[in-house]
Every structure is written in C-alpha cells, then in structure tokens.
C-alpha cells in the first residue's frame, strides 16, 4: 500500500518501490552493456555505461522520496463514514467537532443518549454543565487532551474525555463513557482476590462466588489450590460442580481428592445485585435468590462432625467480613455480631443484643421476631424487610435475613447494610427540596398579604392628610401606619428567603460593606461581645446590593451574639477564594469559579447536629417565645441566594459556630468600576395632571390607588383586568399614563400592555407587584416601563407616577 506522510500539514503519497524493480533494473542494466559492446567491441565503454544506467534510475528513485508528490484535496479530506463505523461497532458514544464549534460526526449512541445530536458542549439545557464542558473543551485546545468526571445525564453518570485529532489537530473528538457503578457482587469478588482471601486460605477456609448458571466467576487462593493444583490456576468460567464429588453417604468431596480427602461443609450465602437490594417487603427476591449468584465457603468437617466446631470457624469467617451480619438460633436468639453489623446498628463495641428486635423501633419488634421464626423453620431462602434502628428512627432501612442449615444452634443469617451516606444525601434531597416548597409558598403568601397592607397604608396617607398632629385621631392612625410598616418589613423577608425581593444591585467591594456596617454592630454586639474584623488581600468585586449585604452581616451578629450569652469574640473575615482553592475544595455543590468569601464566627455555644440542618427554615427558632421571629437565618439564606451566591454553616457544640458565603466574583467589574453614575436629580413636587388608566383587579389596591391620584390633580380611569383595561383604552383618546397590576386573572398586565403598545406605541407604563423588579424584567420584555414595588404609600405611588410621565418626551423623541 501506498504510505502517507505529514510535512507542512500538508499530507503526501509516498509510494513504496515494487520487489521486482532491482532485479529488473540490474538486468537492463547487463543488457545494454551487452548491445554496447557488441556494436563497439569495448568492454570499458560497456561496463561505463551499465553503471551509468544504474546510477541515473537510483537518483530519480532518491528524488520520489524526497519530494513525494501530494494529495488531492478529494483524497485528504477525512472519510467520517469509517469513524461512524468504528464507534459503532466499539458502542462508544463519540462525537467530533471542527475549530468553528461545528458538529462534522457523531456515533449513532451519542445521538441515542443526547437526541437530535445537539453540539458539544451544549449537548443538555444544564447551564452549569455547558459551562464546565466549554471550560474543559478549551483546555483540550491548550494542551491536547482534557477530561470531565463525573457529568449526570439522568440516571447515568459519564466520563467526558476530549482530544485534539486529524492531520492539522483541527477536530475534537468527544468520547463519553460511562462510569459504572460498584456492586456487592465487585465487592465479594475484590474480596476473594485480595488480602482477605488470603488470610480465609490460611485460617484453611476455601471461598467461591459462583453464578446462577453454576459457573465459577472468582475463588480464593486455597480453593485453586486444592481443586485445581496450582494456587494461580485458572478457574473462572468453569462448572463448580465439575470440582466437587459426593459420596454414598451424601458428604461432599473435592474430585481432585479421590480417596485422601476430608469431607466438606458447604455453607451458601446468595448474593444479590443492587437492583434486588433495599427496604422492600419481606420475600422480595426470595425466588430469584435460589437462582442468582451465590458465596460458597467450603471448610473441612472435623473429625465426629460436630456443627457447633465449625460454628466457630464460620464466626471466625463472619468477624473478616467488611459486611455487617450476624447469625441468630431457631428461637431468634443472637450468637453472634461481627463489627460492621454492630457499627451499621449503632451498636457500643463490645456489646451484643440478645434478640433482633432489641435493634428496631417498637413499632417493628413483633415483624422482625415474626421474620426470624419463619426463615430458621422454613425451607432455605432469603429476603428482606423494612426496619427502622432504634438509634435512627426516622430512617428505614433493608435488613436482609437468610435461612441456614448444617451450622449447630445457627439457622438465620442477618445482614445489615451501613448506608449512612446515603441516608445522609437523602436527607440533603429532602431539605434541598423543602426549601423550595417553603420558599414558594412564603413568596405567594408575602404577595398576597402586600396588597393588603397596601390598602392598609394607603387608606392611612389619606386619613392623616385630612388630620393634623394633635388631632385625637393622628396619634391612633401614626400607630397603625407604624405597625403597618412593621408588618411590610417582615413580607420583604419572606421575599427574601424566596429569592422574590427587589434588589438594587451595585458594583462594590466585600471590606467596605463590613466598615459601613462596623460601628453599628459595636452597638448591637453590647460590651461583652469583642468584634473582630480582617481582610485579605486581592479580593474581586462584587455585583450585589450593598443594603442587603449590610441586612446579611447584622442578622448574622445579631445570631452570634445570642449564642454568647457571657461574652466572646465574633469574628469576621473577608478573603479571595480562586477557582483552582474551589477545586481543591471538591465541594459538590459550589461550582469552580472565583469567589470573594466572608466568614462570620463565634465563640459561642454552637448548633447541635440535628438543629443544623433546620436553621434556614423560616419561622424557625430556639429562642424563648417573643424574642425571635425565626426570619433572620432565612433572611440570610434568600438574600445570598439570590444574590448568586452560596451559604454553608458549620458548628461543633461547645466550640461555637461559622457561616461562610461565597459571592461570585463580577467579571465586568473593571469596567462598571471606572463609569461614573450621575444620580437623578431629586424633586419634590408630586401635583400634576393628566389622563391615568389604572388596571388592577384587587378592589381595596385600585380604591385605595384611585383617590391618591386623583387628589395629586390626576383624571382616573380604572379597569378590573386586562381585557376590560383594553377596552376602556380603545374608548378614550388621550390617556397619558397606564398603571397596571403584573399578575390579573384573565390576562395579565404584560400581555395587556404588549396589545395596547401596538396602537399606543408611545405610551408610557407604571407595573405594580409586589415580586421582585429584577425577576419580573427578566420575564417581561417590554421597552419603556417603571416599576413600583408593593406596598406603597400613597407619596411613593404620586412620585412614581410623576416619574413614569416624565418619560414621555424621551419616547417622543
């Protein structure tokens, strides 16, 4: 074949010479001396210019090596058909992409995980995944290859490994593979292979895991040695009962041991996959176990057969066991624990239960004793049953009974498996996921209750205008307007928890927060409490409202101080934490990044275990009644999240405790930075006139609304909703100003203002809500609108609106 070459990245043809071309050569090469010296009869003349020939054709062949000649563009452009043929038979999941982010080829399994083959690295919607696919996309561009452990795709969980390739390194190639999952089954077998086979081989214990057709798949070294001779034979694959022999007294012989052998003591113990495990009902898998994969441990039988000697050696065999069993008697008696069973149940080392139940809650004893009657009487078999431990009794669990013969008083097998990592992700779940609920329903609440306490305070702007101070009502109505305003502070943070408040972000750093808000918490924190403050160095800026901030520092002293009822220090430290800290911190949850972090920390008496996970609940204390609304934390908590960024708490009781928030780092900051706002010039005056439609389907919020306006010197025309908004719309010419509600049934004021811009393009708009202004743009995406957060006095709704009309010259131009 024809060999090729890269020279220039550009892709040569090289030939190689036939294994006739010498011979040939050399035999023209005589032939012409010949004729040479026939017609001149000179034999020097003949002999010159045969070597003449030979060397004219070696330097022509010297001349194709060295400038080979070069492809076609048809013939160096790659034939992606082949690699599709390729993966394809591998069932490897691929993908290739040219410089341009072009998709050039993907296996038919990529296209099956991922379908409608989207572009690496936009292969799924998670923005947070595209990001760290671009990220190591672009280290493979740098250095050549790059990988990404540990990507979700549903159920499954990929390595992404990329790599530069073709001629020019002009394509990525895209491989997933997945990550498969370890089984008891990996386990048993690492266990047989390594050290504690080995240590079963000497203590003269014979182990093997055969599959449910019978075949071997691992055995230790004893067992290889004495069925088979050689200590490394290989076994694996071959009939067990191929090895075995029994006699006509039914006792089991190994066939390599004719005559000199001693008879065995068979003990199974089923092996069942992950998909069978679990706290399911009692006799799940029962059938399926007899058939599956099984442990079998073949020991020697002493002399006169007793069980109760090979009792020890089996006990001997359970206390190696990384797996937690125990064995108990006919009459549900424990004999015998080995350490992961005793540490899987909570157990004191050294002690040991006298029955089963003596594990569980009261609720499950009579189940557990029932369980242990029926698998030491009945017929060999195995199952599970769902237990909660007496030391976790929120937690259910799967304990896995097994019924045993031939070991003396032993006639079930227990096993119970230590998932308290998995318990602890569950429980990470469950709060993740109440969080959420609980946020979603104090946002629909805060919404609902700001438009009362609009009217509320509304209906009092009103009344004290029509009062003055010393009046016997002003004092009674300043109260309520006060209590009023209390109650609209405890709404905003609820919206802060549900990440539903309006924030005003800035451009700022991290140290000058913490000075601003430093004297005021020398007063808060009292004399007993030392406050003390440190930065470091490099720390980038952030984009976030510094008022909330100042709101998350005070809530978070104002929780230390209480925590030290006789004084102590609460520290407060600002540092840079980059991405390459954030990777060596592998912490799951906080995606690599830059990050400028604030640690709040005391030296108080700490948040027990089981109160940590609960402490960003709202409504949530351990104050005495009447000193705490349990808002604070989850003040906290919503205003970071929202804010873009995370919150962990740490605490050991007696040694106080820590909250530490990560704020990403704002990447435009040196150019916001170096603009200059001019603020807007402040003005006083709220009298004025013109024509307002106002759209609001709360009666008490448009009363309360119409008669403020209508007092600063303003025409009023209201609607119930968005479509009756657009009616009264098409009837009057010469509306000025539309103030609408965001949320109407029917339709709502986007979608009503969207139709009314189509006749009034002009036309300036006041929304009213009482969500956050930040996410309400984000799903509104209408030019020339102002906003208005509930609730609102009747001078906030009067300057608000003076400003919104003010927008009408700008528009016009």
Same mark, same amino acid.
């Given at each position: 074949m024809?060999?090729?070459? #890269?020279?220039?990245?550009?892709?040569?043809?090289?030939?190689p010479?036939?294994?006739?071309?010498?011979?040939l050569?050399?035999g023209?090469?005589?032939l012409?001396?010949?004729?040479?010296?026939?017609?001149?009869?000179?034999?020097?003349?003949?002999?010159?210019f045969a070597?003449s020939?030979?060397?004219?054709?070696?330097?022509?062949?010297?001349?194709?090596?060295l400038?080979?000649?070069?492809?076609s563009?048809?013939?160096?452009?790659?034939?992606?058909?082949?690699a599709?043929?390729?993966?394809?038979?591998s069932?490897i999941?691929?993908?290739?992409?040219d410089r341009?982010?072009?998709?050039?080829c993907?296996s038919d399994?990529f296209?099956?995980?991922?379908?409608?083959?989207?572009?690496?690295?936009?292969?799924?919607?998670?923005?947070?995944?595209?990001e760290?696919?671009s990220?190591?996309a672009?280290a493979?561009?740098?250095?050549?290859?790059?990988r990404l452990e540990g990507?979700?795709?549903g159920?499954?969980?990929?390595?992404?490994?990329?790599?530069?390739?073709g001629?020019?390194e002009?394509?990525?190639?895209?491989?997933?593979?997945?990550?498969?999952?370890?089984?008891?089954?990996?386990?048993?077998?690492?266990?047989?292979t390594?050290e504690?086979?080995r240590?079963?081989g000497?203590?003269g214990?014979?182990a093997?895991?055969?599959?449910?057709?019978g075949?071997?798949r691992?055995?230790?070294g004893?067992?290889?040695?004495?069925?088979?001779?050689?200590i490394?034979?290989n076994?694996?694959?071959?009939?067990?009962?191929s090895?075995?022999r029994?006699?006509? #007294?039914?006792?089991l012989?190994?066939?390599?041991?004719?005559?000199?052998g001693?008879?065995?003591r068979?003990?199974?113990?089923?092996?069942?996959?992950?998909?069978?495990?679990?706290?399911g009902?009692?006799?799940?898998?029962?059938?399926?176990?007899?058939d599956g994969?099984?442990?079998?441990?073949?020991?020697?039988? =002493?002399? !006169?057969g007793?069980g109760?000697?090979?009792?020890?050696?089996?006990e001997?065999?359970l206390?190696l066991?990384?797996?937690?069993?125990?064995?108990?008697?006919?009459?549900?008696?424990?004999?015998?624990v080995?350490?992961?069973?005793?540490r899987?149940?909570?157990l004191?080392?050294?002690?040991?239960?006298?029955?089963?139940?003596?594990?569980?809650?009261?609720?499950?004893?009579?189940?557990?004793?029932?369980?242990?009657?029926?698998?030491a009487a009945?017929?060999?078999?195995?199952?599970?049953i769902?237990?909660r431990?007496?030391?976790q009794p929120?937690?259910s669990?799967?304990l896995?009974?097994?019924?045993?013969?031939?070991?003396?008083?032993?006639?079930?097998?227990l096993?119970?498996?230590d998932?308290?990592?998995?318990s602890?992700?569950k429980r990470?779940?469950?709060q993740?996921t #109440?969080?959420?609920?609980i946020g979603?329903l104090?946002?629909?609440?805060a919404?609902?209750?700001?438009?009362?306490l609009?009217?509320?305070?509304?209906?009092?702007?009103?009344?004290?205008?029509r009062?003055?101070?010393?009046?016997?009502?002003?004092?009674d109505?300043?109260?309520v *307007?006060?209590?009023?305003?209390?109650?609209?502070?405890l709404t905003?943070q609820?919206?802060?928890f549900s990440?539903q408040?309006?924030?005003r972000?800035?451009i700022l750093q991290?140290p000058?927060?913490?000075?601003?808000?430093?004297?005021?918490?020398?007063?808060?924190l009292g004399?007993?409490v030392?406050?003390?403050?440190s930065?470091g160095?490099?720390?980038?800026?952030?984009?976030?409202?510094?008022g909330?901030?100042?709101?998350?520092i005070?809530?978070?002293?104002?929780n230390?101080r209480?925590?030290?009822p006789?004084?102590?220090?609460?520290?407060?430290?600002?540092?840079?934490?980059?991405?390459?800290?954030?990777?060596?911190?592998?912490?799951?949850?906080?995606?690599?990044?830059d990050?400028?972090a604030?640690?709040?920390?005391?030296?108080?008496?700490?948040i027990?275990?089981?109160?940590?996970s &609960?402490?960003?609940e709202p409504?949530?204390t351990? #104050?005495?009644?009447?000193?705490?609304?349990g808002?604070?934390?989850?003040?906290?908590y919503?205003i970071?999240?929202?804010?873009?960024g995370?919150i962990f708490?740490?605490?050991?009781?007696?040694r106080?405790a820590?909250?530490?928030?990560?704020?990403?780092?704002y990447? !435009?900051?040196?150019?916001?930075?170096s603009?200059?706002?001019? =603020?807007?010039?402040?003005r006083?005056?709220?009298?004025?006139?013109?024509?307002?439609?106002?759209?609001e389907?709360e009666?008490?919020?448009?009363?309360?609304?119409?008669?403020?306006?209508?007092?600063?010197?303003? &025409?009023?025309?209201?609607?119930n909703?968005?479509?009756q908004?657009l009616?009264?719309?098409?009837?009057?010419?010469?509306?000025?100003?539309l103030i609408?509600?965001?949320?109407m049934?029917n339709?709502?004021?986007?979608a009503?203002?969207t139709?009314?811009?189509?006749?009034?393009?002009?036309?300036?708009?006041?929304?009213m809500s009482?969500?956050?202004?930040?996410?309400?743009r *984000?799903?509104?995406?209408?030019?020339?609108v102002?906003f208005?957060p509930?609730?609102?006095s009747?001078?906030?709704?009067?300057?608000?609106?003076?400003?919104?009309?003010?927008m009408?010259?700008?528009?016009?131009?």
């Amino acid at each position: 074949m024809a060999a090729r070459l #890269k020279k220039d990245d550009e892709t040569w043809l090289v030939k190689p010479a036939s294994p006739f071309t010498l011979p040939l050569l050399i035999g023209a090469a005589l032939l012409s001396a010949g004729l040479v010296f026939y017609a001149a009869g000179s034999a020097p003349l003949a002999a010159g210019f045969a070597a003449s020939i030979i060397i004219i054709a070696a330097l022509m062949s010297w001349h194709r090596r060295l400038y080979p000649a070069q492809l076609s563009d048809r013939e160096a452009t790659p034939d992606w058909t082949v690699a599709r043929a390729a993966a394809a038979a591998s069932n490897i999941a691929m993908a290739v992409t040219d410089r341009a982010g072009r998709l050039v080829c993907a296996s038919d399994l990529f296209g099956e995980w991922f379908p409608g083959y989207p572009t690496p690295p936009g292969i799924t919607g998670d923005t947070v995944l595209t990001e760290g696919l671009s990220q190591t996309a672009r280290a493979a561009w740098r250095d050549g290859d790059a990988r990404l452990e540990g990507m979700t795709l549903g159920a499954m969980r990929l390595d992404v490994d990329i790599a530069r390739t073709g001629r020019s390194e002009d394509y990525l190639l895209w491989r997933f593979t997945p990550v498969r999952q370890p089984s008891a089954l990996d386990d048993v077998h690492r266990f047989l292979t390594g050290e504690a086979g080995r240590q079963l081989g000497e203590a003269g214990i014979m182990a093997v895991m055969i599959g449910g057709e019978g075949r071997i798949r691992a055995a230790n070294g004893a067992f290889m040695l004495r069925a088979a001779g050689r200590i490394d034979a290989n076994i694996s694959g071959r009939d067990f009962a191929s090895h075995m022999r029994v006699d006509d #007294k039914g006792r089991l012989f190994l066939a390599r041991e004719e005559n000199g052998g001693l008879p065995l003591r068979l003990l199974q113990v089923p092996l069942r996959r992950a998909s069978q495990q679990g706290g399911g009902q009692m006799g799940s898998g029962q059938a399926g176990a007899q058939d599956g994969p099984m442990l079998l441990l073949l020991i020697d039988e =002493p002399a !006169g057969g007793g069980g109760t000697s090979a009792l020890s050696y089996i006990e001997t065999l359970l206390s190696l066991l990384p797996f937690g069993l125990a064995m108990a008697d006919r009459d549900g008696r424990i004999l015998f624990v080995n350490k992961a069973f005793a540490r899987a149940s909570g157990l004191e080392s050294g002690t040991k239960p006298s029955y089963p139940g003596d594990l569980v809650v009261r609720e499950d004893q009579a189940a557990v004793a029932d369980a242990v009657r029926r698998f030491a009487a009945g017929p060999q078999m195995s199952g599970d049953i769902a237990v909660r431990m007496r030391d976790q009794p929120d937690e259910s669990i799967a304990l896995s009974l097994a019924g045993v013969r031939g070991l003396g008083e032993a006639a079930v097998l227990l096993s119970l498996k230590d998932n308290s990592e998995e318990s602890k992700l569950k429980r990470q779940v469950a709060q993740a996921t #109440k969080m959420q609920a609980i946020g979603q329903l104090a946002g629909g609440v805060a919404h609902d209750f700001n438009n009362i306490l609009t009217a509320i305070i509304g209906h009092c702007d009103l009344m004290l205008m029509r009062h003055t101070p010393g009046d016997s009502d002003y004092d009674d109505l300043q109260q309520v *307007k006060s209590n009023s305003n209390r109650a609209a502070g405890l709404t905003r943070q609820l919206l802060a928890f549900s990440r539903q408040q309006t924030l005003r972000p800035q451009i700022l750093q991290l140290p000058d927060i913490v000075s601003d808000v430093s004297n005021l918490l020398k007063r808060l924190l009292g004399e007993n409490v030392r406050l003390d403050v440190s930065h470091g160095r490099n720390l980038g800026a952030l984009r976030a409202d510094p008022g909330q901030l100042e709101q998350v520092i005070v809530n978070l002293a104002v929780n230390a101080r209480d925590a030290m009822p006789e004084g102590g220090t609460l520290n407060i430290q600002t540092y840079a934490v980059p991405a390459a800290k954030v990777r060596e911190m592998r912490q799951q949850i906080l995606p690599v990044g830059d990050y400028t972090a604030l640690r709040v920390s005391d030296t108080g008496l700490g948040i027990p275990p089981d109160i940590l996970s &609960k402490i960003f609940e709202p409504f949530f204390t351990t #104050k005495e009644l009447g000193k705490g609304t349990g808002l604070g934390l989850s003040t906290v908590y919503g205003i970071v999240k929202q804010s873009g960024g995370y919150i962990f708490a740490e605490s050991e009781l007696g040694r106080g405790a820590s909250f530490v928030i990560y704020l990403p780092v704002y990447a !435009g900051a040196d150019v916001d930075l170096s603009a200059t706002v001019q =603020p807007p010039a402040h003005r006083t005056e709220t009298w004025g006139t013109g024509t307002i439609l106002l759209v609001e389907d709360e009666d008490m919020v448009r009363a309360v609304a119409e008669r403020a306006l209508t007092r600063q010197g303003y &025409k009023v025309l209201t609607a119930n909703d968005g479509e009756q908004g657009l009616e009264v719309l098409a009837a009057h010419d010469g509306i000025d100003l539309l103030i609408s509600d965001v949320v109407m049934p029917n339709m709502d004021g986007p979608a009503m203002v969207t139709q009314a811009r189509q006749t009034h393009p002009q036309l300036p708009v006041l929304f009213m809500s009482g969500y956050a202004e930040e996410q309400l743009r *984000k799903s509104i995406d209408i030019a020339n609108v102002a906003f208005l957060p509930k609730p609102f006095s009747v001078n906030q709704l009067a300057e608000a609106t003076r400003d919104a009309l003010a927008m009408r010259p700008a528009a016009a131009e």
